[in-house]
């Protein structure tokens, strides 16, 4: 499978423990970005890369949010004293890295904070 | 900033016929793209068709039409003979020029009837 991928797909945690996810987007794929989609809603931009470049983050992404990409291929998402509004679908997505062109999403990693 | 409006939360429709979800956009962007993306209950979301705003034709991707009114800032999407596996959340999206972030609608559940 050439898709983008995401890892865990679930996690449930404890509220103030710390969760990494993890994307690694489509090979060839420059740009990388994640999203949160919360129930009910459309999702929402937290940030994006090009390369290992971090370029733009939303006002969404407290403190408690990093986000990196070494290497430039990989990305990892890290929330750390989980909330329990944390709780939503991280989505990742990539493209090629030019503007409008079409971003291809992973399957999403749901997580819930108890 | 960028702003879209799905009008629509859910509709039925009768298996092979046409259905159309709108999607309207507020953007000070001269350049821009339009996108709508199934979410399927399982979560990932699937790209679907893309319209480039200096596009003077209206995109097609096999069943899927984009009815494009620029003075309207209308994006609809239309579905045709419409399939079982159709049922899902569909999004309307809309990218910046530069940066290529995508901003969601609220989006419009469809369930098809057998």
């Known amino acids: 499978d050439t898709g983008v991928s995401q890892n865990p797909r679930h996690k449930i945690t404890k509220r103030g423990q710390n969760v990494t996810f993890r994307c690694d987007p489509i090979s060839e794929h420059n740009r990388l970005y994640w999203y949160r989609q919360t129930l009910g809603q459309g999702p929402e931009f937290l940030t994006y890369f090009q390369n290992e470049a971090q370029l733009e983050k939303s006002r969404l992404l407290s403190d408690r949010f990093s986000a990196e990409r070494p290497k430039g291929s990989f990305s990892t998402l890290e929330i750390q004293r989980t909330e329990q509004g944390d709780s939503a679908m991280y989505l990742c997505?990539?493209?090629?890295?030019?503007?409008?062109?079409?971003?291809?999403f992973g399957p999403g990693t749901r997580l819930l904070v108890l | 900033a960028q702003k879209i409006t799905q009008t629509q939360p859910g509709m039925f429709v009768q298996e092979k016929e046409a259905v159309t979800l709108d999607c309207t956009y507020d953007t000070s962007d001269p350049s821009y793209g339009l996108f709508w993306y199934k979410q399927p209950s399982s979560g990932e979301m699937i790209f679907l068709i893309y319209q480039g705003s200096y596009d003077q034709q209206n995109a097609t991707e096999g069943r899927y039409s984009l009815n494009f009114q620029k003075a309207r800032k209308s994006a609809n999407l239309v579905i045709s003979a419409s399939q079982l596996g159709d049922s899902a959340m569909y999004f309307c999206?809309?990218?910046?020029?530069?940066?290529?972030?995508?901003?969601f609608g609220g989006g419009t559940r469809v369930l098809v009837k057998p």
């Open positions: 997505a990539s493209s090629l890295g030019q503007d409008q062109e079409t971003q291809y």
């Open positions: 999206a809309t990218s910046k020029a530069a940066g290529n972030k995508l901003t």
